[in-house]
């Protein structure tokens, strides 16, 4: 079977930060190359990945923070003027985001005719599973939106509907946690093993995490969008994984880094 690998594109938290970029990897999985999240410079990153703009089968954003989505229409210029591309991309996304980004992609003179293929922006369902290619996706709502819908995003008519990412494909298994509530938002993809799990880690403790993570069936965790204070102290989190039974488990990613899974 080929080797499934992601790549982690930006690791860091929503801060603008000189030494990591924002949300973004590219996940190669059962032939289809996924692009989770595109926090800027993610098309600056794709190209030093070497990753083939026209061969992203689709791309699939968490919610629309800038820090996992700013970096969006320079990604589609990437497969116009760099892979010339003719196939059209497939987005998922939130859908209270899509009226607003067919808008973004039009306005920033990003049209069809020119470009000569369709962004195709499609709506998620909290739970349906949908498919790129071999690989079955399923979204599943999060709560790290919940504080500031009743704040403001009622008031302005905005869902603020964020979620996390599963996807399975010959057998395994790897999720995506996008931005969370809480720790406790991971339970809907723990209930069955997962090859990896990649989950950020600014909006909660590590120890909560690391507590929610205790006796599930993951192989693997891979940290990432760590904020700011844990960033700096990222070399205590190994031994205080070992309290939790996750040390052999644990991967801090970093820009640039590769997972097998
Ligand atoms: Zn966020």
New binding site residues.
Partial sequence: MPTDIITFLGTSD?VPSWERSHASLVAHMAGQTILLDCGEPCAKNLAFECVNFGGIDAILL??L?P??VAGLPQVIIGMWLEAKRTRDIPVFMPAEGIETFRKLILTTYLFPELIKFNVDFRPLSDGRTFAVGLVQVTPHRTT??DSIRRIAGDKHGIACE?FLYELAANGKRIAYS??LGEAGDLLSVLDRPLDLLVTECAHFSPQSLFETLRDKPVTRVALTHLHRQLWAKKEDLPAMAKDYGLADKLVIARDGMKVEF
């Fill in positions: 929503a968490s919610h923070h820090d996992h790290h939106l964020p996008g931005d």
